[in-house]
């Protein structure tokens, strides 16, 4: 499977944004930046499992997939986004929930865009401005570097999907504006289009990847899984060695995953349960292994433990 990603075709001319944008960045910034990401991501991805991937599913572990799949897929997510807030006939202000959500969180538009463009500003280096949905369904602005966003392991604390974002890497403005990154940012308002944003936020909101993100954030239960993962794996084919050296490691595991925070949407009964069957579940593996009990004991333990945990993870992607 050759070019799974493909360059957006823009929704208006390379001129259509003048005079706010001249026509010459706007070519080189879509037909060479944009067309580069896309080149690179696909020999990136060409040849692995990777290449049957979302371009979401891609962001969301970035960091663990390697520079090539954080920068090009990043580069590809981010400037498509960017084409697609622009319009030659914007909508000048936002409206409905998005509006109400704006005021309640940033007190109005005005203070968000000088929130938005004060992050731009102070971004070293090359970077994007984002203004997004965090998972717990509330407004956030952030800055990144190079082509990170916020739906990336990368952006640690600040993660989310993107509604609205400003490219300030200087191939956005160099041409027109030369080193004024300021007057950039103040000119670009009047072709952010509003109206795609809104859309934007609607489709955040019901997007299954907030869940996703923030089943990745919440870094104890990740910590655990990883455990699990690299010792019921080799147990399965009969390789006892990774549960034996590890048990105790992850019996500290299932305790520090008890006394995290639980995201806002997984406080349920039967998660609180499911942590509380892990943390007993592990230290009694741990006593079987100190005690050097037979492998079919510690089989029937961890087997119980993994579905345990499945429990939890399956609960997490079930629920939306
Ligand atoms: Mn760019």
């Not at 969301?60 to 590809?76: K, S």
């Not at 369904?137 to 990144?144: F, Y």
């Not at 998660?271 to 079919?296: F, M, P, R």
Request: hydrophobic content about 35%; overall charge positive.
């Amino acid at each position: 499977m050759r070019n799974r990603f493909s360059l957006p075709k823009l929704g208006y001319s390379y001129n259509a944004l003048e005079p706010y944008i001249d026509p010459q960045t706007m070519e080189i910034h879509h037909s060479k930046h944009h067309q580069a990401y896309v080149n690179n991501l696909n020999k990136a991805v060409a040849g692995t499992p990777m290449e049957s991937m979302s371009l979401e599913d891609l962001l969301v572990v970035a960091e663990r997939r390697g520079a090539a799949v954080r920068n090009n897929g990043g580069g590809h997510y981010n400037h498509a986004l960017f084409w697609n807030i622009m319009s030659a006939e914007p909508d000048k202000s936002p409206n409905g929930k998005l509006e109400d959500e704006i005021k309640k969180t940033f007190t109005s538009v005005d203070s968000l865009k000088k929130l938005l463009n004060n992050g731009a500003l102070t971004r070293f280096g090359s970077g994007w401005v984002w203004l997004y949905v965090t998972p717990a369904k509330k407004l956030a602005v952030c800055s990144s570097p190079n082509q990170d966003n916020p739906i990336m392991d990368a952006s640690k604390e600040n993660r989310g999907i993107p509604i609205l974002g400003i490219d300030v890497w200087e191939h956005a403005y160099y041409l027109k504006f030369q080193n004024k990154r300021g007057d950039y940012l103040n000119t670009i308002w009047n072709v952010i289009d509003w109206d795609a944003v809104n859309t934007n936020y609607e489709n955040a909101l019901k997007n299954p990847l907030l869940k996703t993100i923030e089943m990745d954030a919440w870094i104890a239960l990740k910590d655990f899984h990883s455990v699990m993962a690299q010792t019921f794996h080799p147990m399965e084919e009969g390789n006892y060695g990774p549960i034996r050296a590890r048990a105790s490691e992850m019996s500290l595991k299932a305790q520090m995953l008890a006394s995290s925070p639980v995201p806002s949407s997984f406080q349920s009964k039967d998660i609180t349960k499911a942590i509380k069957n892990l943390v007993e579940g592990s230290a009694k593996l741990e006593k079987l292994v100190k005690k050097k009990s037979k492998d079919d004991k510690l089989k029937e333990s961890l087997t119980k433990l993994h579905d345990t945990f499945h429990i939890i993870q399956g609960l997490c992607s079930n629920e939306h």
